[in-house]
T-cell receptor, first 117, second 116 residues
Framework: AQSVAQPEDQVNVAEGNPLTVKCTYSVSGNPYLFWYVQYPNRGLQFLLKYITGDNLVKGSYGFEAEFNKSQTSFHLKKPSALVSDSALYFCAVRDIRNSGGYQKVTFGTGTKLQVIP | GAVVSQHPSWVICKSGTSVKIECRSLDFQATTMFWYRQFPKQSLMLMATSNEGSKATYEQGVEKDKFLINHASLTLSTLTVTSAHPEDSSFYIC????????????FGPGTRLTVL
C-alpha cells in the first residue's frame, strides 16, 4: 500500500520569507513523488516531480522540493514567497512497483498556503 | 504542452436528469484518464481509471451504473452522471496521462456540478 501525509492543514508565511510545505510518504518500493497546486475552483497544476537522480528537484514558479529517502519526505520549498503563491498544495506519491492495468497515484489531503502581504 | 480541457466548466441540473462531462487531452495522446471527485476543502477522491478502448476500473464504493465512463479515443473521455441527485453535487476533475516513463498526470480545470 502507498500513502502520503501532509501534516499541516494550513501554512502562513509573510511575503518575501522562505516557505516550506511538508510531505511524507510511505511506499513498499521506491517512490515517484509529485507536487501540484490548486487555485480556487480550478483543477490541479503540475509543479514538479521526483523520479530518480538528484534529490533536489526544481519546478515551476520558483518552487523546489527535496527528496529525503531516510526521512521519507518530499517537502516543497521556495526561497521567497509571493502573495500569488497563496493556494492549495497537494503532494502525491506512486510506488514504482505499482504496475498493472493502471498506476494509481495517491494524493495527500492538501495544505493551504497563505502568503501575507 | 500537456493541456487537458474539461467541458462544461459548470453545470446546474434538476434532480433525476443525466449530465455528461467531457475531458480532452489537447496536445498529447492520453493512454489513461482518471476521474476524481473533490468535496469542499478536501483532497481528491479517485473515482475511476479508464484506458482507451477498455472498460473503466472503478474504485471501491463508486457506483459504475451511476457514473458511466467512456474512453472512446486517445484524446477523449466522458463521465456521465446518471439520474443525478443533490448529493452528487461536487467538483469533478479529470486527469490524463500519456504513455511513457514520466508518469505525470495533467489535470483538467474541473467541472462544478450542482444538482437542484
Amino acid at each position: 500500500a502507498q500513502s502520503v501525509a501532509q501534516p499541516e492543514d494550513q501554512v502562513n508565511v509573510a511575503e518575501g520569507n522562505p516557505l516550506t510545505v511538508k510531505c511524507t510518504y510511505s511506499v513498499s518500493g521506491n517512490p515517484y513523488l509529485f507536487w501540484y497546486v490548486q487555485y480556487p475552483n480550478r483543477g490541479l497544476q503540475f509543479l514538479l516531480k521526483y523520479i530518480t537522480g538528484d534529490n533536489l528537484v526544481k519546478g515551476s514558479y520558483g518552487f523546489e522540493a527535496e527528496f529525503n529517502k531516510s526521512q521519507t519526505s518530499f517537502h516543497l520549498k521556495k526561497p521567497s514567497a509571493l502573495v500569488s503563491d497563496s493556494a492549495l498544495y497537494f503532494c502525491a506519491v506512486r510506488d514504482i512497483r505499482n504496475s498493472g492495468g493502471y498506476q494509481k497515484v495517491t494524493f495527500g489531503t492538501g495544505t493551504k498556503l497563505q502568503v501575507i502581504p | 504542452g500537456a493541456v487537458v480541457s474539461q467541458h462544461p466548466s459548470w453545470v446546474i441540473c434538476k434532480s433525476g436528469t443525466s449530465v455528461k462531462i467531457e475531458c480532452r487531452s489537447l496536445d498529447f495522446q492520453a493512454t489513461t484518464m482518471f476521474w476524481y471527485r473533490q468535496f469542499p476543502k478536501q483532497s481528491l477522491m479517485l473515482m475511476a481509471t479508464s484506458n482507451e478502448g477498455s472498460k473503466a476500473t472503478y474504485e471501491q464504493g463508486v457506483e459504475k451504473d451511476k457514473f458511466l465512463i467512456n474512453h472512446a479515443s486517445l484524446t477523449l473521455s466522458t463521465l456521465t452522471v446518471t439520474s443525478a441527485h443533490p448529493e452528487d453535487s461536487s467538483f469533478y476533475i479529470c486527469s490524463a496521462r500519456a504513455y511513457g516513463p514520466t508518469d505525470t498526470q495533467y489535470f483538467g480545470p474541473g467541472t462544478r456540478l450542482t444538482v437542484l
